[in-house]
């Protein structure tokens, strides 16, 4: 992976594309020039204004780079005040980014790549595939969410493979959490790349590493300063003892987790 | 373009804006993203005798207009920093300050004599006042003694300029002031983080690993200046202010107070670029007031 | 319903929210907004011997998430708090506690003095921590003697409940609360305000008449939670905790802490209805834990 | 004056007016039930949303009381960052706002009242002119500004009476500040009510003294509460000392003040 040289811009909100009321796409442009090279599975730390009680900025997921319409495209669920400050942007307001930041997803050129996600962990994932994609791979997703109606962007991943699906009530797919899905004990993949809600990461590593299924995952550490200065969002590793999230991952190998699976 | 430049004992400082210790990496980690030569000088993350891993996760929380940390001064040592690090920073045109931690007093003085040599090391800052260790640090900042102890001890180690890093936990910081000047300190900063503490209520679990740790940002920049107003008066040797300075307009709050530099610490994590936009601030507000030197507003609050 | 009801010594009151004083007057003023008599208990605002002026204006400058304040006890003094607004506010269902505050020893006692007759004052808060007066007041409160000395003189004086209001101005805080505890005080609330300041940059001026003045609000929240979990641990009697309470979450991370009741001040200022939805909060927090009383929270933290 | 009772009401933001860049009108209804009783000075305390570094209410004087439309105007100067969010309210959203407070200014019968604005401080005196003009007296206006442009609801104040004007510049009505006007020694006038900059109120206070008129002027000291409790925002008197601003005021008879006038 190259290290893409950061940047701090700020960005003009031209569509903020709401799901329901607990999710956003926001999708943006620089106020001058052109977005900057991100891979995917990297993240923007995106300073929050008019929220009165959001002091640091909040690491969101890269989704999308639409380079046609010079674009960024950031999934937000509406978790504390700080991103339902970002659910509610209105067109036209200001936003300052810094991107593109830490280590995304190994493209794997070898067999083929499932990517599983839960609730906003797809944020990341759809920029993975369209990479994927352009390269010439075929991949192939596994989403999961509550209900059908949590299920976000899904017309835009049909778009790029073969979409699996399960939710937690049986509304849509597969009913249970996506570890019940019989494509990850398919054999048929060789890579996972995962982010989502920890259990679920933790449940898709624990059957990744039993089936011998190269697997990485995206972190979420609570983090102050995003670019490997406060020290705050480590995880231990098994081979650097405390690692910063936000330079040597997010995304992470699971043979590099302490993580008891 | 007035003159911005300042004086921390024999050390000069192209100007007063500097960056806190543990908030800025080494520097490089910031390089995408400002032109690192424009700053007065950096204070480079606690360096410790031995490498140490720090406190588990979770090590911070945000508060109203701050936050809490625990990080509890992971480094690799100062070994790792003299052979790794300081060649890879020690052309950089600003001041290269390290901060020195430590458990006893011995393991201050060992690091003080391993920097001792380098000539691009511009000053040491001892820090007595870390809140996230289980032995040494914020202990020795709360007593003179002991503050006493741990500064002229590092003074017989290291020739350079000195610069003694004070807590806020304590009763009368004149007085601990006033023991780290006579112990030999060069200049004093102040204020370090101050012990708070965080609880998920849903949970019923402290937010750190560690129940407490250091509270910094804008929240507590009042107690920090009304510190620095205080030791100013008190002491004779240079101040250097910090404690939740976000832009140009607080740090000038220091100055004004007594404060002969600052430093910019949990604002780097909000705005990278936080120091480079004060310093355009400074120069601007000097000339606003048509003086000619920063020198000029050292004190110079009207009270 | 859960069980709200708490003891302060041998004081009940109705669940654990009370109001801070000098942030909500005699109650009178908050009358058309809420309900007073659904309070745990009023602390009424710093009583002295004397009539007093307080500071000149300005008093009051907004900091992040915060505000100092340097009033200096303004009040009407005990004589004229006894006849006439004590009579207009003895029948609240309400405890009514009367904040005790001096420049001499002999200052607290003719205050206690004159208040152990009445019947329907539930209660004394021995103030050692005001840092707006320029004699008595926090100085008291920062060392062990000074507190002893006043506890031991209003312990004499007064019958009733006596608690001691503690300052955060101090290296630790345990020592105070312990010598408090000595001297014979009831109960302990903590924390008082911060020391701080603010400058007016373009200016250069203080922000406030008195230059420094006690800073309030969510900011200094994480220092008083560490304070009043040190503070629990350490004494025997009853912790009345405060600092930057805004909410019922807030009031729980004080509880789960180890206070056993708490007081909402500067939040009255933002939301004078606070206290009321916080009384709700804790009520429903009990019902979905599964907690029949309020008392199974104090002190739970699992650290 | 009665004494009007305080209540804490969120209100929905209807029409939010801009003059210029730094002034803006919004219009409020209450998200249930009728405006309470004000009276013109009084003032309400807002709850600024969507604002990173403002903690306090903020007081802004109670410009009308629309009783058909069910309207509360409230006339902002983007003056900080508490003002500035306030200033750039959209409409539809809400607002916590607790009202009324204080005491207004005195309603004369007796000889003609000359209200005296600048800036801002024109907004009480359209709610004190438009109550004078229902009880049948005929209020003149005396308003000053820093140029044409910053001459707020002039429209407003022409259909309530005879307007005077003063601009620094020179560039609507009499060349320099309100004092220059002859309005003000035109020996016609009985009672003045002032609101405007400190040293606008000043010196009308100094002219009124020499002249023998009877005034009263609208302090804003700051305050935190707005309700008597906090002690912050007071002025000395002739008579009582301390006195809170935000209950004994914001209007005061400058007989009461120790102005050195």
Same mark, same amino acid.
């Given at each position: 992976?190259?290290?893409?040289?950061?940047?701090?811009?700020?960005f003009?909100?031209r569509?903020?594309?709401?799901f329901g009321?607990?999710y956003?796409?926001?999708?943006?442009?620089?106020?001058c020039?052109? @977005?900057?090279p991100c891979?995917?599975?990297?993240?923007?730390?995106?300073?929050?204004?008019n929220?009165k009680?959001?002091f640091? !900025?909040?690491?969101?997921?890269?989704?999308?780079?639409?380079?046609?319409e010079?674009?960024?495209?950031?999934l937000?669920r509406?978790a504390?005040?700080?991103?339902?400050a @970002?659910?509610?942007l209105?067109?036209?307001?200001?936003l300052?980014v810094m991107l593109?930041?830490?280590?995304?997803?190994?493209?794997? !050129?070898?067999?083929?790549m499932? @990517?599983?996600?839960g609730g906003?962990?797809?944020?990341?994932?759809f920029?993975l595939?369209?990479?994927?994609?352009e390269?010439g791979?075929?991949p192939?997703?596994?989403?999961?969410a !509550?209900?059908?109606?949590?299920?976000?962007?899904?017309?835009h991943?049909?778009?790029l493979?073969?979409v699996?699906?399960?939710?937690d009530?049986?509304s849509a797919?597969v009913h249970g959490?996506?570890?019940?899905?019989?494509?990850l004990?398919?054999?048929?993949m060789?890579?996972?790349?995962c982010c989502?809600?920890m259990p679920?990461? !933790?449940?898709v590593a624990?059957?990744a590493?039993?089936?011998?299924?190269?697997?990485?995952?995206?972190?979420?550490?609570?983090m102050a300063?995003g670019m490997?200065?406060?020290?705050?969002?480590?995880?231990?590793?098994?081979?650097?003892?405390?690692?910063?999230?936000?330079?040597?991952?997010?995304?992470?190998?699971i043979?590099?987790?302490?993580?008891?699976i | 373009?007035?003159?911005l430049?300042?004086?921390?004992?024999?050390?000069?400082?192209k100007?007063?804006?500097?960056?806190?210790s543990?908030?800025?990496g080494?520097?490089?980690?910031?390089?995408?993203?400002?032109d690192?030569n424009?700053?007065?000088g950096?204070?480079?993350?606690?360096?410790?005798?031995?490498p140490?891993?720090?406190?588990?996760?979770p090590?911070?929380?945000?508060?109203?207009s701050?936050?809490?940390?625990?990080v509890?001064?992971q480094n690799k040592?100062?070994?790792?920093?003299?052979e790794?690090?300081?060649?890879?920073?020690?052309?950089?045109d600003?001041a290269?300050?390290?901060?020195?931690?430590?458990s006893?007093?011995?393991d201050?003085v060992?690091?003080c004599? /391993?920097?001792?040599?380098?000539?691009k090391v511009a000053?040491?800052?001892?820090n007595?006042?870390?809140p996230?260790?289980?032995?040494g640090?914020?202990?020795?900042?709360t007593?003179?003694?002991?503050?006493q102890?741990v500064?002229?001890?590092?003074?017989?180690?290291?020739?350079?300029?000195?610069i003694?890093?004070?807590?806020?936990?304590v009763?009368d910081v004149?007085?601990i002031a /006033?023991?780290?000047?006579?112990?030999?300190?060069d200049?004093?900063?102040?204020t370090?983080?101050?012990?708070?503490?965080?609880?998920?209520v849903e949970?019923?679990?402290?937010?750190?690993?560690t129940?407490?740790?250091g509270l910094?940002g804008?929240c507590?920049?009042?107690?920090?200046?009304?510190?620095?107003?205080?030791?100013?008066?008190a002491v004779?040797?240079?101040?250097?202010?910090?404690g939740g300075?976000?832009?140009?307009?607080?740090?000038?709050e220091f100055?004004?107070?007594?404060?002969t530099a600052?430093?910019f610490?949990?604002?780097n994590?909000?705005?990278p670029?936080?120091t480079?936009?004060a310093?355009g601030?400074?120069?601007?507000?000097?000339d606003r007031?048509?003086l000619?030197?920063?020198?000029?507003?050292?004190?110079?609050?009207?009270?």
């Open positions: 992976m190259t290290e893409n040289k950061k940047h701090i811009l700020d003009t909100v569509q903020n594309l709401r009321t607990n956003a796409l926001l999708k943006l442009m620089p106020a020039g052109e @977005l900057p891979e995917p599975g990297q993240f923007a730390q995106v300073l929050v204004p929220s009680n959001t640091l !900025r909040r690491p969101i997921s890269i989704c999308n780079i639409d380079r046609n010079n674009l960024l495209w950031l937000v509406r504390g005040e700080g991103t339902a @970002l659910c509610d209105h067109e036209g307001e200001t300052n593109p930041l830490g280590h995304g997803f190994t493209l794997h !050129r070898d067999g083929t499932l @990517l599983v996600g906003v962990g797809v944020a990341p994932l920029m595939g369209k990479v994927l994609k390269q791979m075929q192939e997703f596994l989403l999961g !509550r209900t059908q109606a949590d299920l976000l962007m899904l017309g991943f049909n778009d493979g073969t699996h699906i399960t939710t009530d049986g797919g959490v996506v570890t019940k899905h019989p494509v004990t398919s054999g048929n060789a890579h996972i790349a989502g809600p679920m990461m !933790r449940a624990a059957l590493r039993q089936q011998g299924i190269d697997c990485e995952v995206s972190l979420e550490n609570l300063c490997g200065a406060c020290l705050c969002c480590v995880e231990d590793t098994a081979d650097a003892g405390n690692v910063c999230v936000c330079t040597e991952g997010p995304v992470f190998n043979n590099r987790l302490k993580w008891q | 373009m007035a003159n430049s300042v004086n921390i004992g024999n050390l000069r400082l100007n007063p804006v500097m960056t806190a543990g908030t800025f080494y520097g490089e980690e910031f390089a995408d993203l400002i690192l424009q700053l007065g950096i204070i480079v993350k606690g360096t410790t005798r031995m140490r891993q720090g406190n588990p996760y090590r911070m929380v945000e508060t109203p701050g936050m809490l940390n625990a509890g001064l040592g100062v070994d790792y920093f003299v790794h690090i300081y060649p890879r920073i020690c052309d950089l600003t290269i300050i390290v901060n020195v931690s430590g006893t007093i011995d201050y060992a690091v004599e /391993r920097l001792n040599p380098l000539d000053a040491v800052e001892i007595i006042s870390c996230n260790v289980k032995q640090g914020m202990t020795f900042g007593t003179c003694t002991g503050a102890s500064v002229s001890a590092c003074r017989k180690a290291y020739d350079g300029t000195m003694v890093k004070l807590t806020p936990n009763t004149t007085e /006033r023991a780290a000047q006579e112990a030999g300190a200049a004093l900063s102040l370090n983080t101050f012990l708070g503490m965080a609880i998920d949970r019923q679990t402290p937010c750190l690993s129940i407490t740790g910094s804008p507590i920049r009042p107690i920090a200046v009304r510190m620095v107003w205080q030791v100013a008066k004779n040797v240079p101040v250097i202010g910090l300075i976000m832009n140009g307009r607080d740090a000038l100055i004004l107070a007594g404060a600052v430093q610490g949990t604002a994590f909000v705005d670029q936080a480079i936009k310093i601030y400074i120069n601007d507000y000097l007031h048509g000619d030197s920063v020198n000029q507003l050292i004190g110079a609050l009207k009270a």
